[in-house]
């Protein structure tokens, strides 16, 4: 007889991405074939054991029903693998589709003989050798199910498991059924081979099938678990044939039938368990819907399959047993048998521990390397119990935290922590405990860690799981969390007097009016005030710019400590401060007033005590506007009233604190009205003229672009100098028209005349670059524009397109340098605007960094190419130690964004070498050349390059080589060649002009 195969129902199969997963729907999807198949398969055992009526349809059914289930099964396999053909097993359920087809066939004229022709089966049968050709494809498609061995000695160790458990079940089956008369009545050698082949087939099936449960792969578990166990109740059915007491009673129809029934149902059913739970031919499921596999679970599969082989032998020995169990003399098959499973089992053990001892050479090679690298990282490696206490530290720890690793050992991690970080660290510990490891297998952790010597450390861990615990892979990142915090206070911070800036008091004035714009009863309690120092200028000219700026320092100083603990002191700029008085709102307006007038006048008694500066004694005065908060008051609004406050305080006289008031304002805005149309004028004249400075390569002194610069000519033709008349690029933003406009210097008032100065300035450094161009000399210039005016849509991206092309201008001979980005500049239209020029390919500088108004911001949102150093940090980057680190600070950070740098006001040759060693590119200064007219500035483009600091040259008679602006290395002889010929500083610090009457 053999095995037999039943029929599963077509079921619809669902689009792959309309069948979920998980869900009710999917769970009764799945459901319904499994109560299908056991429906079927109850209903022919309980057939079979009710005879099924009539032994005519126990016949048909045993004989016919057996082959259509058969059939149905081999027709849903060879489906499957013509429907899939993606799936890895493919081949697989084809042999199995070819499996089922011979027992069809077999089981069909099996009943042919007894359905139709009603004659006995002769023996042999076509039949016969039907059910002899079922086992090998199924033994081969088991073989494509199997994990595959990687090695020679995994097949060596394969095919001796199969023949341990082969052989064992041939000792076990010859010594209980295969010995038995009844196989040898057979008259020729053939039909004999032709009884015992099947029985064997049976056998070497059944080993594949054991062995494939051990070595089954971990996907399609499923589907294998199934064909498994449909061959294994097939195989089951065989064996129970194969007893001589069932073999001699058995018909059509019996019980027996419904084993072979079931086990068709089983192989029919097993690749669309596949298809239904993931085998390939659809996405995976999602990493929250995998549960991972149950603790334990692979310990016990491994163990099971260790002592297989000795369970094989086992089962051997009781064939053996069994065999001589009367005395007589043991079967030849019998002993033939068993010592091939013995020696099966010495070789298998010998190759295992030869694997093992190669296993073991091999794990303590990478225990030593990764001890190796444990011990020999920088980065500190521990394993905390998930308790908190510290099972392992690496060695890094001595020299990290300052302790020895032994000794940290057993105790708390939390211990070693800072008090007000171990509160978020355990929430973050907990949080990533929760989280499922496949949706987040590691985290981040930043905190304070106490070294030995008493000091925090600031420290960055990156946390993993670890059996049942925690590791933490930790560095020490203290410098690097210094360096930002130092970098984020000098963007906020004036670096001459650590005072904050502007972009910082702008800031505390939004947040002490956060209250205000509601209209709340202590909108009179705020007040800003605007200080100057008048005379300041005069100590600049008489004693020194150092001077200056150790007066400015002290007046800092006296500034910060005057003003109570809550107030804010700030530098704006120049010899300009300002002080925010923060109300509290317990006392009526009047008083108020009263109270911060007196604080104004203190400081003012203040600020104009003698200063010690150069060993003599310096006097200037103080000029203080008071404004208060009104209610729906913008920050800038307040400021400029203040502003407005303090240039009244000027106009009186000087040395006053004055209170701002609306009354003046008409006369502002008719001297403001005068200043406008002077400077149209001025304009319509021509009374402007161009030069340009070159900026020069710091490593080769090659000349990299020019620096267009517009001065006013007077009616003699003398050009002013620089920031004369005019108007100031750096001033402040004009408030609302109901609050009055600004005084003459202001922009508000300088508006319209700032932007026709800033669009000539554009179209004849245009012109004349386009001139330059066609003359051979190509290269860029840079022409400095207010960030105010690029927002207001006077100057368009259009507008600079259509100009570069009226002339004939590349796009990148055209460098931009934005110029004042305070944090009161709509920096997303400027990022726009600016964006919009990068596209057409003009360059981008951002302007005087590291001056009173610029900050981090436009950094971080502006597309720039180069980064233009201010003159403050230029002055003091040889004497100042601060300013020089600030400067190589800012140089690493243009550096890592891909920027150049520009160094403005680098008078001298020492400011230039020192900007190159901190790693500056470019410098522009009258260390180089001074501005220069177009007839000069070609000479200087024809000759190519300057002579930089350090790179001194000699000629013949002369003495030492100095580098003077705007010429070529001058000499000395005699006693005049001692040193370098001094050059006058540049002054950056300039006393704020009072506005003409």
């Known amino acids: 007889m053999s095995a037999r195969e039943a029929e599963q129902p077509r079921f619809p199969r669902f689009p792959r991405t309309a069948r979920p997963h998980g869900g009710a729907g999917a769970g009764e999807r799945q459901a319904f074939p499994r109560l299908v198949l056991a429906a079927l398969c109850g209903a022919y055992a309980l057939g079979a054991l009710l005879g099924w009526g009539s032994p005519a349809v126990a016949l048909l059914m045993g004989d016919f029903g057996l082959s259509a289930a058969a059939f149905a099964a081999a027709g849903s396999c060879v489906h499957y693998a013509r429907t899939h053909p993606d799936t890895p097993f493919r081949p697989a359920w084809t042999l199995f589709g070819i499996s089922s087809a011979m027992a069809g066939l077999g089981n069909g ?80 050698l053939s039909l004999v081979a032709l009884s015992l082949a099947y029985p064997l087939m049976d056998i070497v099936l059944i080993s594949m099938v054991l062995a494939l449960h051990f070595r089954r792969s971990s996907t399609h578990r499923s589907a294998v678990n199934t064909v498994i166990g449909a061959l294994a109740l097939t195989v089951l059915c065989d064996a129970l044939f194969t007893s001589p007491l069932l073999r001699e009673n058995y018909s059509s129809g019996q019980i027996l039938d419904a084993g072979w029934f079931a086990g068709s149902l089983l192989l029919a059913y097993a690749p669309w368990v596949g298809c239904r739970e993931g085998d390939g031919s659809r996405p995976a499921p999602p990493r929250a819907a995998v549960r991972p596999p149950a603790p334990g679970n692979g310990a016990v599969a491994g163990s099971l399959a260790a002592l297989a082989p000795y369970l094989a032998a086992a089962v051997c020995t009781l064939g053996i047993l069994y065999n001589v169990r009367d005395g007589g003399a043991i079967d030849p098959v019998v002993l033939l048998t068993g010592c091939t499973v013995v020696l099966a089992l010495v070789v298998r053990q010998g190759i295992m521990l030869l694997e093992n001892i190669r296993l073991t050479q091999e794990l303590a090679q990478k225990e030593n390397h990764f001890r190796s690298l444990v011990q020999g990282s920088s980065d500190v490696i521990m394993i905390a119990s998930p308790v908190g206490m510290l099972r392992y530290v690496s060695p890094a720890a001595a020299g990290v935290y300052g302790r020895e690793p032994d000794k940290l050992v057993g105790s708390e991690l939390a211990s070693l922590i800072h008090p007000e970080d171990l509160g978020r660290v355990l929430h973050e510990v907990r949080r990533f405990l929760a989280t499922p490891p496949r949706e987040e297998a590691s985290t981040r952790i930043e905190c304070r860690i106490r070294h030995a010597s008493g000091r925090w450390l600031n420290i960055e861990s990156t946390v993993n799981r670890y059996q049942g615990g925690l590791i933490f892979n930790s560095r020490d990142v203290t410098e690097r969390v210094r360096l930002q915090a130092q970098l984020q206070h000098n963007a906020s911070h004036d670096p001459l007097t650590d005072l904050p800036n502007r972009s910082l008091f702008t800031e505390r004035v939004r947040l002490a009016l956060g209250g205000r714009r509601r209209g709340d009863a202590g909108a009179g309690h705020t007040a800003v005030l605007y200080i100057d120092l008048d005379g300041f200028k005069a100590v600049n000219d008489t004693i020194g710019h150092q001077a200056g700026d150790e007066l400015l320092v002290q007046a800092a100083r006296r500034l910060r400590e005057a003003v109570r603990a809550g107030d804010t002191a700030a530098r704006l700029g120049g010899d300009e401060f300002a002080a925010l008085i923060v109300g509290d709102g317990k006392c009526d307006r009047a008083e108020r007033e009263y109270r911060v007038l007196e604080i104004a006048e203190r400081l003012r008694t203040t600020l104009s005590r003698p200063y010690r500066v150069e060993g003599g004694e310096a006097r200037v005065a103080a000029s203080i506007g008071v404004a208060f908060a009104e209610p729906g008051v913008t920050p800038a609004v307040l400021m400029r009233h203040a502003d407005l406050a303090m240039y009244r305080a000027k106009q009186a006289g000087k040395n006053r604190v004055e209170l701002y008031a609306s009354q003046p304002q008409a006369e502002a805005v008719r001297r403001a009205e005068l200043t406008t149309d002077r400077l149209r004028g001025v304009l319509a004249e021509s009374e402007f003229a161009l030069l340009h400075q070159p ?89 400095r524009l207010d960030a105010r ?209």
């Open 789 to 997: 005016r690029l927002t207001d849509r006077s100057t368009t991206p259009a507008t600079v397109e259509a100009l570069l092309s009226r002339h004939g201008l590349p796009p990148d001979a055209l460098v931009v340098e934005l110029a004042d980005t305070d944090p009161r500049v709509s920096l997303d239209e400027l990022e726009l605007w600016v964006t919009a020029l990068r596209r057409i390919g003009v360059g981008i500088t951002l302007d005087g960094f590291g001056g009173a108004h610029s900050g981090l911001a436009a950094l971080r949102r502006l597309p720039a190419d180069a980064l233009r150093l201010d003159r403050a940090l230029v002055d003091g980057v040889v004497d100042s130690s601060r300013v020089r680190k600030i400067t190589s600070g800012l140089l690493r950070i243009a550096d890592d964004l891909g920027m150049l740098s520009v160094a403005d006001g680098v008078d001298l040759p020492e400011q230039a070498e020192a900007l190159r060693a901190l790693g500056c590119t470019h410098a522009q200064g009258a260390a180089f050349s001074k501005p220069l007219d177009e007839h000069r500035l070609r000479r200087a483009l024809a000759r190519g390059s300057y002579p930089v600091a350090g790179e001194e040259q000699h000629f013949p008679g002369a003495g030492r080589s100095v580098v003077v602006a705007g010429s070529l290395p001058a000499h000395r002889s005699g006693p005049a060649a001692r040193g370098p010929v001094a050059h006058p500083p540049f002054r950056s610090n300039s006393e704020t002009s009072v506005p003409p009457t």
């Open 109 to 188: 004229i099996w009943g042919w003989y007894e359905v139709v022709l009603g004659v006995p089966v002769p023996s042999p049968s076509a039949a016969d050798f039907c059910f002899l050709l079922f086992a090998p494809p199924a033994i081969v498609g088991l073989l494509v199910l199997a994990k595959r061995p990687v090695s020679r000695a995994g097949w060596t160790r394969l095919v001796l498991d199969t023949w341990l458990v082969g052989g064992s079940l041939l000792t076990l089956s010859w010594s209980l059924a295969l010995d038995h008369p009844s196989y040898w009545r057979g008259e020729s």
């Open 695 to 783: 900026v020069v390569e710091l490593s080769s002194g090659k000349i990299a672009s020019v620096a267009a610069q517009a001065r006013r000519r007077s009616a003699r033709g003398v050009l002013f100098p620089p920031g004369g008349p005019l108007p100031a690029p750096q001033a402040r933003p004009a408030p609302p028209a109901q609050y009055g406009p600004q005084p003459p210097h202001g922009p508000a008032a300088d508006a319209r005349g700032e932007g026709d100065a800033g669009r000539w300035l554009l179209r004849r450094a245009v012109e004349q670059a386009a001139e330059r161009h066609q003359a051979g000399y190509r290269v860029p210039v840079s022409v």
